[in-house]
């Protein structure tokens, strides 16, 4: 796998992060068509108005709702290369940043995927029997434990594409991207922006479901925990020690001086249509061009718009589920090297 007391002028301040992905996250399936990607783009507060005016101007002129990069639906038609590689020669330029992680059944196999989704049954069992909300007589709280259980019950749970993306995936791709933030946006300059962390992921409509979706329902009731573990724990730069900086002044630190995550994102973390949210619809497109690069070598056109978006890719030695080491990769060497 590869894998953020506020004064009243200041409380719009933070990092936006918008998040979407490419393919089904089915690891029953053979490594090339079980790959998939989960994309996060970055953007500082200051920059949001010219993102913002960017992607309405981008829609308008391709007559489009939203920019999409995977099949055409009758929400939104499907972007043309040459469109997908004007995105992502925006986001390679200027002070966006994007994280992501990459996936496949050779990495994660299905087995593996259901014995995950056992040992979280039982953690969360454990974790909501210690809760206040366990012990409350209030039909809300005693249809949220319910249902949780019912998704994480391997036997009649959520179907594998979320319960792998946002009970699996989700906490290291999460962790991994905020401490990318803090990693690249050290600079003075930056400092206001850390106020508050702001998170949306693109919201999978379900009739059968009007109101929270499973992904919804693992990410508050089971990521959000993993993320307030200790060692989950975000590590802070020179630059960040500082008491007065906002991330330390608006965020409590955790027993080893770090910043707890959880804490960063609570409160800030929503699921929304992507029409709504630029940054949703950016790294909609980078996830499609990078899970095509990486799957279709032949595709010249996707492994342009990936090599120009890859410069403001976050680098760093991939984290894989398997454990094991980079060079055992090949499949990959093409996008990853």
Not at 81 to 101: I, S
Not at 241 to 256: E, I, N, S, V
Not at 287 to 303: C, G, L, N, Q
């Amino acid at each position: 796998m590869l894998t953020a007391t506020v004064s009243p002028s200041a409380i719009l301040l933070g990092v936006h992060l918008g998040s979407d992905e490419s393919g089904d996250f089915n690891m029953s399936r053979p490594w090339f068509e079980s790959c998939s990607v989960w994309a996060t783009v970055v953007c500082p507060d200051s920059h949001l108005d010219r993102v913002r005016a960017w992607v309405a101007d981008r829609c308008a002129e391709w007559g489009v709702a939203e920019l999409h990069a995977g099949r055409s639906t009758q929400k939104a038609r499907a972007l043309r290369p040459d469109e997908r590689h004007e995105v992502c020669a925006f986001v390679a330029t200027g002070d966006l940043l994007w994280d992501a992680t990459l996936v496949d059944s050779l990495m994660l196999s299905a087995t593996a995927v259901a014995e995950r989704q056992a040992n979280q049954l039982k953690q969360f069992r454990k974790d909501w029997a210690r809760s206040k909300r366990s012990e409350s007589t209030h039909p809300a709280d005693i249809a949220l434990g319910q249902l949780t259980e019912e998704l994480l019950d391997p036997s009649s749970g959520v179907k594998t594409a979320p319960f792998t993306q946002y009970a699996a995936i989700a906490p290291t791709h999460v962790r991994e991207t905020v401490q990318s933030i803090i990693r690249v946006y050290r600079e003075p300059r930056w400092r206001d922006e850390f106020r508050a962390l702001r998170t949306t992921f693109d919201r999978k409509n379900e009739p059968q479901r009007p109101a929270d979706t499973p992904g919804e329902i693992l990410f508050f009731n089971v990521v959000m925990p993993i993320l307030a573990s200790p060692k989950m724990a975000l590590s802070l730069p020179p630059a960040f020690q500082d008491p007065t900086h906002p991330l330390r002044a608006c965020h409590g630190p955790t027993p080893r001086g770090g910043i707890d995550i959880a804490s960063l994102l609570d409160g800030g973390a929503r699921f929304i249509d992507s029409e709504q949210d630029p940054l949703i619809q950016l790294a909609d497109v980078l996830a499609y061009v990078m899970r095509r690069a990486a799957t279709k070598p032949e595709d010249e056109a996707a492994a342009r718009s990936y090599a120009i978006a890859r410069r403001r890719l976050f680098q760093r030695t991939p984290v894989m589920f398997s454990g094991e080491g980079f060079a055992r990769f090949e499949r990959y060497h093409h996008v990853l090297r």
